[in-house]
């Protein structure tokens, strides 16, 4: 059957030049997918110029445009696509299109033998325009419609339905206040349900209705109808992979939500773009073939378990296998409102350790320093900066290895006896000013090198990583943060892993925001830097693991200050995993022990790598 088209009070012209062409654009990477038999790329927030430019690019890279939506934002344009890798039929796709235009192009791929396979409106400057795909193959009859008012799509969807027809595709958009709609009908569909006008919740009972009574979604569109969000959806009585689906998403956290999902081995399948009352929304559906639910299920239970009974706002973990990423997600808010992502970056404390000791190491095998090298004294790495007190001379006997291993004698205990950690209690700034007044202020507690006897939280000390952060800068002649960055991290893909600042005005992007008393007050991560300055997202947390060959095979350190938690283990069995928090609330080890409870009882681990 030949397809049609209505188009009221709109003359069928031929398609002119103003059409343009498309197939996948890049502004915002979203990523390519690995851990799939087909990679995908998904992109938003493109201008039509920007739009055009990736269609030589990735359809040059044999990638299928999949979905494309168009929104206004900024008084222009603006393009949300997906694409997948994969082989298929001849196929086109055009965006930017008026009525007339799209009139047009839809009888020129008609005459061809292309079918129309999807379809989006939108509107820019009050005008309607569109953006659709076409394939060269067969199937069933089909039909097709676009510019539709509420009334007509509902009558037209009663029409098609008495005709044998079932809807399999639909787009709703805003022109004037007023709802339009374009829709796509097939022959031989399964059992299907279409709403439209409905409310988000509305929306969403309709959606836990039909998934209970085994319909899958398989388009949402977002519109705006008066004062309100409405939505309009088609769900279909079939089998499949593990799916899921979101609706209504605010553009500024988008890219969070659809990093979560990415890094849990989901696979968009359709992504939309609407202009909602309060801005610019998403809407989207995924499918995962790399998990089991229960799998997905026993993470997130045990994750959201831990921060519901400690009352932590936001939480991220990451784990890997043989060196492969095969989890990342977020939990929580990273702010007061922001949903938290894989790309958030946290405080991780005193997990900046492991970094100091690979830095280290580093340097010592690169330079003429050795680990057991003085650090104080004459001739020694330090002396020429700090004198030695005449109230601690010992301090001449520690070695580089005794700060690493916590054997330099420190036991933060000030020289009047009381308790107390030097690197909180220095009011001033500088590294050099602290320096000086702790090795003024705090004798060392035993010999440098000896084995005390005395519990390991006694003997542990951030001072001494301080002291290790100031010996890579003066044999390397770079920053602490520099050196590490440029010689441990970069290498190691986990450039995104900087020192942190002290306010929450200086916090990086994609930094969460720390709760608890002191968090902005006695945290000072860029006086801290070598023991416990540097914020991170656990996946590169597991970069930094899968490329060091310092520490052993079998490795943890946790990190805990106010406003943070921060877990880092290595397994013996190929198994590493890291986790944030940005709230101290709750015991690390706690943490440490639900990870393993994760690692221990998911049954299958993708096979991919998510790197």
Not at 117 to 140: F, L
Not at 344 to 370: C, E, G, M, Q, W
Not at 536 to 555: C, G, I
Request: aromatic share 12%; net charge positive; with cysteine.
């Amino acid at each position: 059957m030949k397809p049609s088209v209505i188009t009221p009070a709109i003359q069928r012209r031929r398609l002119r030049g103003l059409a343009r062409s498309i197939a996948v654009a890049g502004l915002f990477v979203l990523g390519l997918h690995a851990a799939v038999a087909a990679p995908w790329a998904a992109r938003h927030g493109l201008t039509g110029a920007q739009y055009q430019q990736a269609f030589q690019t990735y359809s040059g890279q044999g990638y299928r445009l999949v979905s494309v939506a168009g929104y206004e934002q900024g008084g222009g344009a603006r393009y949300a696509g997906l694409w997948k890798k994969q082989s298929g039929p001849a196929w086109a796709a055009r965006h930017g299109l008026d009525p007339q235009q799209y009139q047009a192009a839809f009888n020129d791929f008609s005459g061809k033998g292309y079918r129309l396979t999807y379809v989006n409106g939108y509107a820019v400057g009050g005008k309607p325009h569109y953006a659709a795909i076409w394939e060269k193959r067969g199937g069933p009859a089909w039909k097709a419609r676009h510019g539709l008012t509420a009334e007509q799509y509902q009558a037209a969807v009663t029409d098609m339905a008495r005709q044998g027809y079932a809807p399999t595709h639909l787009s709703a958009f805003s022109l004037g206040g007023s709802p339009r709609f374009a829709a796509i009908f097939e022959k031989d569909s399964p059992p299907w349900v279409a709403r439209h006008g409905l409310t988000g919740s509305a929306y969403q009972q309709a959606f836990d209705e039909f998934t209970g009574k085994g319909y899958r979604l398989k388009v949402v569109s977002g519109y705006r109808q008066g004062n309100g969000d409405r939505y309009a959806a088609i769900w279909v009585k079939t089998g499949g992979p593990l799916a899921a689906a979101r609706h209504g998403i605010p553009a500024a956290h988008y890219q969070h939500v659809f990093d979560n999902h990415r890094y849990q081995s989901w696979e968009p399948r359709y992504i939309e773009a609407f202009n909602g009352g309060s801005g610019v929304r998403f809407n989207g559906l995924w499918e995962n073939t790399a998990f089991k639910a229960q799998d997905l299920k026993l993470i997130d239970d045990k994750v959201r378990a831990y921060m519901q009974a400690n009352g932590i706002p936001g939480m991220s973990i990451a784990i890997s296998k043989d060196k492969r990423l095969v989890y990342a997600a977020g939990f929580g808010k990273a702010d007061d409102s922001t949903p938290v992502g894989p790309a958030h970056r946290f405080r991780i404390a005193s997990v900046s350790k492991p970094i100091t000791v690979v830095a280290v190491t580093r340097l010592a095998n690169d330079t003429s320093l050795d680990m057991g090298s003085r650090v104080f004294g004459p001739r020694s790495v330090l002396g020429g900066q700090f004198a030695t007190p005449s109230n601690n001379p010992d301090i001449e006997d520690i070695t580089v290895d005794h700060l690493v291993r916590h054997r330099a004698g420190f036991r933060r205990i000030d020289k009047d006896g009381n308790a107390s950690d030097p690197m909180f209690a220095y009011t001033g700034t500088t590294h050099a000013g602290l320096v000086n007044w702790a090795l003024a202020n705090y004798p060392l507690g035993y010999a440098p090198g000896t084995n005390p006897g005395l519990p390991s939280d006694q003997t542990y000390s951030n001072f001494g990583y301080c002291l290790l952060g100031r010996v890579i800068e003066a044999r390397s002649g770079k920053s602490y943060e520099a050196y590490v960055r440029d010689t441990i991290l970069k290498p190691a893909g986990a450039s995104g892993m900087v020192i942190g600042g002290d306010k929450e005005a200086d916090r990086k992007t994609n930094e969460v925001k720390y709760y608890g008393s002191g968090a902005y007050s006695s945290v000072k991560p860029r006086r801290f830097d070598s023991h416990g300055g540097w914020i991170a997202t656990p996946a590169d947390l597991l970069r930094f693991m899968r490329h060091e060959t310092v520490l052993s095979t079998s490795y943890a350190h946790y990190g805990s200050m106010s406003g943070t938690n921060a877990v880092y283990r290595r397994r013996s069995d190929g198994f590493g995993y890291a986790a944030t928090a940005n709230s101290s609330a709750g015991d690390v080890a706690d943490i440490d022990a639900m990870l393993k409870e994760i690692v221990e009882g998911v049954s299958a681990w993708p096979a991919g790598d998510l790197f």
